[in-house]
């Protein structure tokens, strides 16, 4: 996981769900004052899940199977000035992602700002455009069987 670990609700509940999995280990990579918080980490750490940070994305990289990237929020920080000194730390481009491998798929909640480059979206391990779309597609069958139409959706 990268990006704003701090502010961002996707990454907390994600770190929080994949727990309950047997998974080998979660890895953080963000900017000093944006980390992920203590009580997410406790929680995963309470299921047996090895947690690791890193202060760069290019050795976290190197092993993992799923990249999963948040934008730095605006609207969370309490000046522009303080918004723009963790804007632009990190980027996924081509380049960097030759780093990877080659079967790894790469995660963003969009919308995106500079995280993730134009470049990299015709990459085969871009996975964002899916997940937003498959997203939609399960949000459309939760409202479908709460206002008891499911029926109508086959």
Known sequence: MVGDLKN?????SLARLLSLYKLREIRYVSVPGLEMPSDVIKYVSRRGIVQNEFPNSKDALKDSDVLYATRIQKERFNSVREYE??????????QLMTFAKKKMIVMHPLPRLSEISVE???????????????GMFVRMALLAALSGQASQLS
């Not at 000194?85 to 081509?94: D, E, L, R, V």
């Not at 990299?120 to 498959?134: G, H, I, K, L, V």
């Open 120 to 134: 990299f979206d015709t990459d085969p391990r871009a996975a964002y455009f899916r997940q937003m779309e498959n």
């Open 85 to 94: 000194k963790y804007c632009g730390w990190f980027t996924i481009t081509p």
């Open 8 to 12: 961002g609700r996707t990454v907390h």
